[in-house]
């Protein structure tokens, strides 16, 4: 094709129009760039693009169709992008939402089998009041229930508080925690019997 050309001109077929795969490439990655850059980042790769389009509408005198079309497409491109954000977002505030309500739950749980062994504690403590003037003896029997029951009430809310940690604390800042499998033998470890 080139010997057909006049001298000195040199042929610039694809040169002056990007190819259709550079243009849906730069709409991917605008689209892409809306969705997971941070929102500064994002607003300015939105606003540069526009401004981009904008300039390229200022400049010449009657824009051609295919100008225009591309301007439309970026926009819907940005929108797509930003479309796709808002779901991520939805999504991810989703999450914690059912993260904070079993946080929430398992804080209720902790409560209860706290609750449940400090009681036993305190009645344990009344009781060794009432029978140390009357028999003392049975005093170091019933302060060794005390301190057991207390070691249970540690060990009870610890597991509790395992399952209430993030799995990165849980890895940084505590041993190996039970799950929430383990529920049940907690509370029934807590109440005598397990729920069904």
């Known amino acids: 094709m080139a010997d057909l050309l006049p001298r000195g001109v040199e042929d610039r077929a694809g040169l002056d129009d990007p190819g259709a795969a550079?243009?849906?490439?730069?709409?991917?990655?605008?689209?892409?760039?809306?969705?997971?850059?941070?929102?500064?980042q994002a607003v300015a790769v939105a606003v540069a693009g526009l401004a981009l389009m904008a300039a390229g509408l200022l400049t010449v005198e009657a824009p051609?169709?295919?100008?225009?079309?591309?301007?439309?497409?970026?926009?819907?491109?940005l929108g797509a992008g930003l479309?796709?954000?808002?779901?991520?977002?939805?999504?991810r505030a989703a999450a914690e939402a059912?993260?904070?309500e079993e946080r929430i739950a398992l804080a209720r749980e902790l409560h209860d089998?706290?609750?449940?062994?400090?009681?036993?504690?305190?009645?344990q403590t009344q009781a060794a009041r009432i029978v140390a003037g009357?028999?003392?003896?049975?005093?170091?029997?019933?302060?060794?229930?005390?301190?057991?029951?207390?070691?249970?009430?540690?060990?009870?809310?610890r597991r509790v508080v395992g399952l209430l940690r993030d799995t990165d604390d849980v890895?940084?800042?505590?041993?190996?925690?039970?799950?929430?499998?383990?529920?049940?033998?907690?509370?029934?470890?807590s109440t005598g019997t397990a729920p069904r």
């Open 22 to 40: 550079a243009v849906l490439g730069l709409l991917v990655l605008g689209g892409s760039a809306v969705r997971a850059l941070a929102r500064r």
């Open 98 to 100: 059912v993260r904070q």
């Open 113 to 123: 089998v706290v609750a449940h062994h400090i009681t036993g504690i305190v009645v």
């Open 134 to 157: 009357r028999r003392a003896e049975t005093l170091d029997a019933t302060l060794a229930g005390i301190e057991e029951a207390g070691g249970e009430a540690l060990t009870a809310m």
């Open 83 to 91: 479309g796709l954000r808002l779901l991520d977002h939805r999504r």
């Open 64 to 77: 051609s169709t295919p100008f225009r079309v591309g301007i439309e497409v970026w926009i819907l491109a």
């Open 171 to 189: 890895a940084t800042t505590a041993p190996t925690a039970p799950g929430p499998e383990q529920l049940a033998e907690l509370v029934g470890g």
